[in-house]
C-alpha cells in the first residue's frame, strides 16, 4: 500500500526565538517546512501558527499535530505556559488546536519531544538515555527503554536548574529566569552566556568556552551520578555551536569528577537544530504514551 498523499501530519517546535513547522507523511519524511521568528505576543503567536500550519498542509487533511513547547506545561490538558515566553500562560494550546485543525493534537516539554526524536534517529536502543538541550534556556528529556520518564504527578524533571561548583568570570552576571542565583542553566544556556559574556555564544573566546565547557561538565557530572544513564547525548544551538571541542572538554571534566558511577557515553545530536522537530512529528504520527 502507498503512502497516503492526501493526509499529512504537522510538528511544531515552539521556541522563545523561532518557530518551526512542518508536515510530513506517515512514513515520517518531512514534506514541507518553514521557519519564522517567534512573535512576543500570545495572539500574534497563535495566529502565526495557525499560518504555518497551513502552509506546510498545503490543503491536505491534517492528521494529527504533535508539538515541541518550553516548561512548565501540562502534558495531558495540553496546557502550557513556557518560561522564556512571558505572554504565554495557561495556554489551552490542546484545546485551541484541536478546535481549529479537528484532528488529535500531542504537545510535551520541547526537551522531552527532542528526546523521543533523537532516540528514534540515534537507533542505539539503550535502557537509559538522557538527551539534553542547549539553546535559549537549557533542559533535558530522560528516556527509560524508550518510554518517557516523568517525575511526581507528571512532573517534567528540571536538570538544568541543578547548583554547581563554576568557574565564572563575571560570578556576580549569575542569574537563573527561573529566580535561583546558582542554576547550571544560568552558566551554560545562551540567554545565561549573554547576560555573563555580553555576547551571544558563537563570539565568545577560547577562554570563555572553557568556563562554559567546564560547568557544563560539572552539570554532566550530577546528571550522571543521580541518573546513572548509558548514553547522553546533547543538542540545541549552544551544543551544536560548541561542537566537538565544547562536547569534549566537558565530558573529560565529567569523567574526571565521577567517583562512584561508569561514565555514561557522550555524543553531539545528529539532528542538530531539527531534533524537537522530528520529536513533533514523531509524537504527532504515534501520540504520547
Same mark, same amino acid.
Given at each position: 500500500?502507498?503512502?497516503?498523499?492526501?493526509?499529512?501530519?504537522?510538528?511544531?517546535?515552539?521556541?522563545?526565538?523561532?518557530?518551526?513547522?512542518?508536515?510530513?507523511?506517515?512514513?515520517?519524511?518531512?514534506?514541507?517546512?518553514?521557519? $519564522?521568528?517567534t512573535p512576543p505576543g500570545l495572539d500574534d503567536g497563535?495566529?502565526?501558527?495557525?499560518?504555518?500550519?497551513?502552509?506546510? $498542509?498545503?490543503?491536505?487533511?491534517? $492528521?494529527?499535530?504533535?508539538?515541541?513547547v518550553g516548561g512548565p506545561l501540562d502534558a495531558r490538558q495540553?496546557?502550557? =505556559?513556557?518560561?522564556?515566553?512571558?505572554h504565554w500562560r495557561d495556554v489551552p494550546l490542546k484545546t485551541l488546536m484541536e478546535a481549529r485543525w479537528s484532528c488529535p493534537f500531542f504537545v510535551d516539554v520541547?526537551?522531552?519531544?527532542?528526546?523521543?526524536?533523537?532516540?528514534?534517529?540515534?537507533?542505539?536502543?539503550?535502557?537509559?538515555?538522557?538527551?539534553?538541550?542547549?539553546?535559549?534556556g537549557m533542559g533535558g528529556g530522560?528516556?527509560?527503554?524508550?518510554?518517557?520518564?516523568?517525575?511526581?504527578?507528571?512532573a517534567h524533571p528540571e536538570v538544568a536548574h541543578q547548583a554547581i561548583p563554576f568557574r565564572c568570570t563575571f560570578p556576580e552576571r549569575v542569574t537563573c529566569e527561573c529566580g535561583a542565583p546558582d542554576c547550571l542553566e544560568a552558566l551554560v544556556s545562551g540567554n545565561g552566556i549573554r547576560r555573563i559574556y555580553g555576547k551571544a555564544a558563537e563570539h565568545l573566546s577560547d577562554t570563555e568556552w572553557s568556563e562554559v565547557a567546564?560547568?557544563?561538565g560539572q552539570g554532566l557530572r550530577n546528571i550522571a551520578t543521580i541518573y546513572a544513564p548509558d548514553l547522553i547525548i546533547l543538542g540545541g544551538g549552544v551544543a551544536v555551536g560548541g561542537g566537538e571541542m565544547l562536547i569534549g572538554e566537558a565530558?573529560?571534566?565529567?569523567?574526571?569528577?565521577?567517583?562512584?558511577?561508569? $561514565?555514561?557515553?557522550?555524543?553531539? =545530536?545528529?539532528?542538530?537544530?531539527?531534533?524537537?522537530l522530528y520529536g513533533a512529528?514523531?509524537?504527532a504520527r504515534q501520540g504520547l504514551d
Open positions: 500500500m502507498g503512502v497516503d498523499a492526501e493526509r499529512v501530519y504537522v510538528g511544531l517546535d515552539i521556541g522563545g526565538t523561532k518557530l518551526m513547522v512542518a508536515a510530513a507523511d506517515e512514513t515520517g519524511r518531512i514534506l514541507r517546512r518553514v521557519r $519564522a521568528s497563535l495566529t502565526l501558527l495557525h499560518q504555518m500550519i497551513a502552509e506546510v $498542509a498545503e490543503g491536505t487533511h491534517v $492528521a494529527g499535530i504533535g508539538a515541541a495540553g496546557v502550557v =505556559s513556557p518560561l522564556h515566553q512571558p520541547d526537551t522531552n519531544v527532542a528526546a523521543a526524536g533523537e532516540y528514534a534517529a540515534d537507533r542505539a536502543g539503550v535502557p537509559r538515555f538522557l538527551y539534553l538541550t542547549l539553546s535559549t530522560f528516556l527509560i527503554d524508550g518510554k518517557i520518564y516523568r517525575g511526581s504527578r507528571d567546564y560547568n557544563l565530558t573529560r571534566v565529567m569523567t574526571r569528577h565521577l567517583k562512584l558511577v561508569p $561514565a555514561p557515553d557522550v555524543r553531539l =545530536s545528529q539532528l542538530g537544530y531539527d531534533t524537537a512529528l514523531l509524537i
